[in-house]
């Protein structure tokens, strides 16, 4: 049965890629009463879009011209230049919002490909799995022309709760890869204390829980506060856990490693920072003045919240 039905007044929506992503992200707009045009390269995907309402377009141009706003959502920057070059001229007075994962250079690259064929450009960083697609816990960043997002902001959020970074596309995508940086790390650590601990027969599920709540303790306390010393460069005074202690007690972490077995590889380039920091001079000061080894400062801190 169609679901298109249910809301004349929603625009139409053409959506590229229907991997799991791209199945997600049609079959949410085809919930909320969008007339919904798809395309994939292996078009057998679209079935069961399809049997619930979508349109399967024969071609990538035929996919562009039925909608002014054209969603593609495929594996690489590759693949998206790969479909949307040949059609460039079809892309003219249409809005492309892209939410192919990839990197602020990729997306400004894209974008000037596309706005050069007269189109408007979005980028889109999609901070949710595909079961999430179409309810307000799946967040999507944007960023790209201001106008193009007020003018689909309200089809847009049919996808999930959305926010719009800036008028440079790139910066969609770098909000993205940071998050997902920070998840990572996150699981980097949390790979290694579940290897510990397994290392002395205990269950990954027994400490499971007991690390959650320590984790969230820690994001709750600790992040305002780096953000804070990061932002105004002030990593000395008031210094509870200065950095030679923490670079003390990071040895334990080794050698208790070295003892049971378990590697070191996904913490032993943090120490390795927090040594030369404590060796350039900072030992008392907070941990947060390890970005300074990672980049340069910036003559003025960018982003939403500088003044
Ligand atoms: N899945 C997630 O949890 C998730 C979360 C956030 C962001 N994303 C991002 O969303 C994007 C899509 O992810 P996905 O999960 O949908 O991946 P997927 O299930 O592997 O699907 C990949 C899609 O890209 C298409 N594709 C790949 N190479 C192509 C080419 N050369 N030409 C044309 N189409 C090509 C595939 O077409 P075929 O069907 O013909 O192979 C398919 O539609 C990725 O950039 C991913 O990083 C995914």
Not at 86 to 113: F, K
Not at 209 to 228: G, N, Y
């Amino acid at each position: 049965m169609s679901e298109t039905s249910a809301g004349g007044d929603r625009p139409p929506v053409t959506v590229i890629g229907l991997g799991s992503m791209g199945s997600a992200l049609a079959g949410a707009f085809l919930a909320a009463g969008h007339p919904v045009t798809v395309w994939n390269r292996t078009p057998e995907k679209a079935g069961a879009l399809v049997e619930r309402g979508a349109v399967r377009a024969a071609t990538v141009a035929g996919a562009v011209a039925a909608s002014p706003l054209v969603v593609v959502c495929v594996l690489d920057y590759a693949a998206v230049h790969r479909l949307l070059g040949p059609v460039g001229g079809s892309l003219a007075g249409r809005t492309v919002v892209n939410l192919t994962n990839g990197t602020p250079r990729q997306a400004r690259e894209t974008a000037a490909l596309v706005t050069g064929h007269g189109a408007e450009y979005l980028d889109g960083g999609i901070m949710a799995v595909p079961p999430l697609i179409g309810t307000p816990h799946a967040l999507v960043l944007y960023s790209g022309s201001p106008g193009a997002f007020e003018e689909h902001r309200r089809t847009l959020r049919v996808l999930g709760t959305a926010e719009h970074l800036g008028a440079d596309p790139g910066l969609a995508p770098l909000h993205d890869l940071a998050l997902l940086t920070g998840m990572y790390g996150m699981f980097a650590g949390v790979l290694h204390a579940t290897a510990l601990v397994r290392s002395a027969g205990v269950g990954a599920r027994d400490l499971a829980p007991m690390l959650a709540s320590w984790l969230k303790t820690m994001v709750d306390a600790e992040l305002p506060r780096l953000a804070e010393r990061v932002d105004s460069g002030v990593y000395g005074g008031d210094v509870g856990s200065p950095l030679a202690m923490q670079a003390a007690a990071f040895d334990n972490f080794l050698r208790a490693g070295e003892e049971q077995g378990v590697r070191p590889d996904l913490i032993v380039p943090l120490k390795a920072l927090m040594d030369r920091r404590v060796a350039d001079g900072h030992g008392d000061e907070d941990l947060a003045g390890i970005v300074e080894l990672l980049t340069a400062r910036p003559a003025r801190p960018a982003g939403r919240h500088a003044s």
